[in-house]
Protein backbone atom coordinates (compact mmCIF):
# COMPACT_ATOMS: atom_id res chain seq x y z
CA UNK A 1 0.00 0.00 0.00
CA UNK A 2 1.74 3.32 -1.59
CA UNK A 3 1.72 6.43 2.16
CA UNK A 4 -0.01 9.64 0.86
CA UNK A 5 2.80 11.84 1.46
CA UNK A 6 1.21 15.02 3.46
CA UNK A 7 -0.74 18.29 2.35
CA UNK A 8 2.34 21.17 2.87
CA UNK A 9 0.52 24.77 2.72
CA UNK A 10 1.81 28.21 3.56
CA UNK A 11 0.98 29.92 7.19
CA UNK A 12 -0.89 32.97 5.13
CA UNK A 13 -3.18 30.14 3.64
CA UNK A 14 -4.75 29.92 7.28
CA UNK A 15 -6.37 33.16 7.03
CA UNK A 16 -9.56 31.04 4.99
CA UNK A 17 -10.16 29.03 8.11
CA UNK A 18 -13.18 27.73 6.58
CA UNK A 19 -11.19 26.49 3.69
CA UNK A 20 -8.66 24.69 6.06
CA UNK A 21 -11.17 23.22 8.26
CA UNK A 22 -12.65 21.57 5.24
CA UNK A 23 -9.37 20.18 3.79
CA UNK A 24 -8.71 19.04 7.69
CA UNK A 25 -12.32 17.22 7.67
CA UNK A 26 -11.42 15.56 3.88
CA UNK A 27 -7.66 14.62 4.58
CA UNK A 28 -6.61 11.50 5.68
CA UNK A 29 -2.82 12.80 5.93
CA UNK A 30 -1.83 15.59 8.14
CA UNK A 31 -0.84 19.01 7.04
CA UNK A 32 2.63 20.66 7.34
CA UNK A 33 1.72 24.12 7.91
CA UNK A 34 5.33 26.26 6.90
CA UNK A 35 6.79 30.06 7.76
CA UNK A 36 9.58 31.25 5.79
CA UNK A 37 9.71 27.85 4.11
CA UNK A 38 10.11 25.65 7.27
CA UNK A 39 7.70 23.63 9.18
CA UNK A 40 5.58 25.33 11.48
CA UNK A 41 3.49 23.12 12.59
CA UNK A 42 0.98 20.35 11.65
CA UNK A 43 -3.17 20.06 11.77
CA UNK A 44 -5.14 17.41 11.34
CA UNK A 45 -9.14 16.12 11.74
CA UNK A 46 -9.55 14.76 15.38
CA UNK A 47 -10.22 11.25 13.69
CA UNK A 48 -6.70 11.75 12.38
CA UNK A 49 -5.45 12.29 15.39
CA UNK A 50 -7.01 10.02 17.46
CA UNK A 51 -6.34 7.28 15.01
CA UNK A 52 -2.28 8.57 14.48
CA UNK A 53 -2.51 8.49 18.78
CA UNK A 54 -4.07 5.18 18.72
CA UNK A 55 -1.47 3.81 16.93
CA UNK A 56 1.45 5.07 18.19
CA UNK A 57 -0.23 4.00 21.61
CA UNK A 58 -0.84 -0.06 20.46
CA UNK A 59 3.33 0.48 18.70
CA UNK A 60 4.50 1.47 22.09
CA UNK A 61 2.74 -1.05 24.07
CA UNK A 62 4.45 -3.81 21.54
CA UNK A 63 7.74 -2.40 21.95
CA UNK A 64 7.04 -2.76 25.82
CA UNK A 65 6.20 -6.02 25.29
CA UNK A 66 9.34 -7.12 22.95
CA UNK A 67 11.46 -5.43 25.10
CA UNK A 68 10.25 -7.62 28.54
CA UNK A 69 10.91 -10.37 26.31
CA UNK A 70 14.33 -9.28 25.34
CA UNK A 71 15.04 -9.18 29.35
CA UNK A 72 13.86 -12.74 29.67
CA UNK A 73 10.01 -12.78 30.74
CA UNK A 74 8.24 -15.63 28.69
CA UNK A 75 5.82 -15.13 26.39
CA UNK A 76 2.79 -16.02 26.94
CA UNK A 77 -0.29 -17.65 24.62
CA UNK A 78 -3.77 -15.29 23.82
CA UNK A 79 -5.86 -17.48 25.31
CA UNK A 80 -3.63 -18.18 28.17
CA UNK A 81 -2.97 -14.64 28.59
CA UNK A 82 -7.15 -13.48 28.58
CA UNK A 83 -7.75 -16.08 30.02
CA UNK A 84 -5.88 -14.98 33.58
CA UNK A 85 -7.25 -11.70 32.62
CA UNK A 86 -10.44 -12.94 33.08
CA UNK A 87 -9.92 -14.48 35.98
CA UNK A 88 -8.04 -11.85 37.55
CA UNK A 89 -10.79 -8.98 36.72
CA UNK A 90 -13.61 -11.02 37.12
CA UNK A 91 -14.78 -10.00 33.73
Given amino acids: MMQTLPKVIPINELKNTAQITQVCKESSVPIIVTKNGYGEMVLMSIPLY ?3 MAEAHAAGLINEALDEIDAGAQAEEG ?8 ERYGK
Fill in 50 to 52: EKT
Fill in 79 to 86: HTFFASMR
